[in-house]
Nanobody, 115 residues
Framework: QVQLVESGGGSVQPGGSLSLACTGSGITLNTYAVAWYRQAPGKERELVAD???????IYDDSVKGRFTISRNNANNTVYLRMDDLRPEDTAVYYC?????????WGQGAEVIVSS
């Protein structure tokens, strides 16, 4: 059974940092492209960052220069490092692994940025 588990969410003040982790079980993440999405209350889910199987990252313009996506193949995990967080980054963050027609989602991790 494939599972993606997000961890590391929480509450932080504006300008602060958090790191999210997406750990796979029953799946070898380095053979998949993995993306982080977020969904704010009342809004549609949007792509934040993506990393290819070969490690090439892309970012939404709203997070470029502040967020970093990376892989650790040894522990089957993809990370999202978030710096200089803003209130508009408040959302539930989801990871998604995809390969051809296959895709798997995690359950989400909440991030709240508030003073």
């Amino acid at each position: 059974q494939v599972q993606l588990v997000e961890s590391g969410g929480g509450s932080v003040q504006p300008g602060g940092s958090l790191s999210l982790a997406c750990t796979g079980s029953g799946i070898t993440l380095n053979t998949y492209a993995v993306a982080w999405y977020r969904q704010a209350p009342g809004k549609e889910r949007e792509l934040v960052a993506d990393i290819s199987g070969s490690g090439i990252p892309i970012y939404d313009d709203s997070v470029k220069g502040r967020f970093t996506i990376s892989r650790n193949n040894a522990n089957n995990t993809v990370y999202l490092r978030m710096d200089d967080l803003r209130p508009e980054d408040t959302a539930v963050y989801y990871c998604k692994a995809r390969k051809l027609i296959l895709q798997y989602w995690g359950q989400g991790a909440e991030v709240i940025v508030s003073s």
